[in-house]
């Protein structure tokens, strides 16, 4: 059913995020936003990103990197990416009394954002207000997120792992032989 890439990366450093918009594909790696061609993986353009970023998302029209200490009040940003401007940032106020960081994924559809931690929640975020629709409980240590279609999709040491948007609970598993950091999907 999946089709998979593999392309170069565009740096050394550790990938944090992957989304898609139109032809392109980013990847979030250091403080910078790699805007890359789907098909060659050529670096078309590269877009600063602030934060300690944890992951990325988009709406097939922003670009959503979201901070690793986003579960104690830093936001997720939506930056134009067509220039790198930082259109607005969302916050949740409900984080801000926390001291904990442990964000470890972002993603965009539905009209909403959903927000992984790495304590096994997931949380619908509505864009807007920054305010947290609803909690969902999880596996644990999971890493990056993204949205199928059908499943919100994550990864864990032993593989990608499928979970039903309605509970958050694991629907199925597909084992890796290497652990992975980012995943996104498109079309």
């Known amino acids: ?6 392309l ?20 979030q790696q250091g403080q910078t936003v790699f805007k890359l061609d789907e098909r060659t993986g050529e670096t078309l353009e590269s877009l600063f990103s602030p934060g300690i970023v944890a992951d990325l998302a988009s ?19 939506a930056i134009d990416p067509a220039d790198g401007e930082i259109v607005r940032t969302i916050v949740t106020q409900a984080n ?4 904990e960081c442990a964000t470890s994924g972002v993603e965009a559809h539905a009209g909403r954002l959903w927000v992984l931690e790495l304590t096994g929640k997931i949380h619908e975020v509505e864009p807007e207000s920054g305010n947290i629709v609803r909690t969902m409980e999880t596996e644990r240590d999971l890493r990056g997120l993204a949205y199928d279609g059908e499943h919100l999709v994550s990864l864990s040491s032993k593989g990608v792992v499928f979970l039903d948007p309605a509970s958050g609970h694991l629907d199925r598993m597909v084992p890796m032989n290497y652990p992975l950091r980012s995943i996104g999907f498109h079309d």
């Open 1 to 6: 059913k999946y089709e998979f890439d593999t």
């Open 59 to 77: 709406d097939d029209r922003l670009l959503y990197p979201i901070d690793y200490c986003w579960t104690s009040g830093q936001p997720v940003y």
């Open 96 to 99: 801000s009394t926390s001291r």
């Open 8 to 27: 170069p990366a565009p740096s050394s450093d550790c990938p944090h995020g992957i989304a898609f918009i139109g032809g392109a594909l980013f990847v």
